[in-house]
């Protein structure tokens, strides 16, 4: 249990976030398939990121940890070996999808499991497209949740797939796979979703081009790693900072070193829109990321609506903004946000039903849209975080901002943002 008080003062000075969570994991596995040694510093060991770590180790990877450094000499493309025991994912979509697409390529079997979110969790979207390459996957439940199996199969065909849902995790283990084709792979995007693989594989000298919505992966030879690879912060951990500081009188803060990708910058987009006072200053580029410090002044939010081709570009940021919303003046629709039910809960309702105890009637939702009428009064609550990470930090920044609040399994938070109550005092 976590008690967070009411914050009686605005938010000031300079935040540290800790490293992206999506990028810190490509780094691993990509550089896993290089043949020289990488540093990358400002990784995220979060336990997402550290279940991509144990899960390359068990195949052969020299992972070397200290501070804030990672030195990894990878195998090779087809250095990969056969690992001896279950592969762990963890709490971790990214790590368990993406590597589904690389080990449907390599010659040796492996299974996969994961905790109780994960073992719930949706895996049909990446067995379906990976099955039509030729790989070889069994799953529980018709071949739609973990426990699953991935059997060494002839070599992979190049496909044409046309996403049915944006999903970063599934275009990524996609495009892994389709690096061990003969073939040109392409994936149609109705909507972009983050391009993290596409700009590190690229870094490492893969052939990708992207085109409007279409993606195209040419097979490779060999990968070559650039000699280190800098980690932005988090926007996704920036966003519980540049919430708090919107809507906290008095707040004036600077987020450092975020990165600023495009595909991942619908908070800052949607937050302006309502009226937030958001700047991106010393802007700079690396691996072809890039980055910002981003300050925040307290400002008067409105509530607007939005949808659609904006969703893939926040869609780990939708509990916060509804904190935000709360605070804004009129209603907040959100459409298109159904894939928030197969998260690692079932975030749309975890909202309704918990945010509701701080702001009584405030947050309602059907299948696919949320609604926030802004402008209630705010309680001390009790309430739950279902064991997601995000959630817990949502709930955080809504009590700091309201009245107070108490919440269950606070250490969930290091999934993504290990120290994220150091900063919240
Ligand atoms: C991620 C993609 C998104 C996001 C997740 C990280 C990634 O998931 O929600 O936290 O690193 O590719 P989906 O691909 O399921 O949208």
Redesign the pocket.
Known sequence: MKRIKKMNHGLKGEIKIPGD??IS?RAIMISSLADSEVEIKNFLKGADCLSTIGCMREMGVSVEESNEKILIRGNGLNGLIEPKNILDAGNS??TLRLLMGLLSAQNFLTTFTGDDSLRKRPMGRVITPLSKMGAKIFGRNQNKNLPITIVPTEKLKAITYQMPV?????K?AIILAGLYTDGITTIIEKNP??DHTEKMLSAFGAKIEKNLNEIKIYPAQKLTAPKMIEVPGDISSAAYWIVLASILEDSDVIIKNVGINETRTGITDVMKNMGAKIYFENERISGGENFADIHVIKSKLHGITFGNEMI?RL??EIPIIAVAAAFAEGDTIINDVG?LRV?ETDRLKAIVEEFNKISVGTFEADENTLIIHGGNKFNYAECKTYDDHRMAMSLAIFGAAANGVLIDNPDCVKISYPNFFDSLI
């Open positions: 969570k999506s994991h979509g990214t944006a999903s970063a995790q599934v990524s979703s983050r893939p869609i780990d894939e998260k």
